[in-house]
């Protein structure tokens, strides 16, 4: 499990891209109160989620539109095809760990 930010650093209903450095970036989501947290990057293209929509438990990207479930991470609607990387998340306190690899 790796610390990602505090649970007031997340908007509600938007995310928060958490860089690393040369490492994959994570996007981190709060939900009806549930905190996700994905690769940022979209698998259809360069495009970062973290500044997508979201929508009935999904995210949409916001280049071209592709969409992926926030719980699965599976593809929810093309032109994405890869499945997203998705993370467990823990809430200690007021912050939020996941385990992302290293
Ligand atoms: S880059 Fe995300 S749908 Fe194309």
Redesign the pocket.
Known sequence: MIFLCKTSDVPTGKAKRIARGRKPAVAVFEVDGTFHATADQ?T????LLSRGRIEDGRII?P????SFDLMTGAVASL??EEPLAVYAVEIQGDDIYADVPE
């Open positions: 979209c259809h293209g360069t495009a990207c280049l071209h539109f592709g032109p994405c």
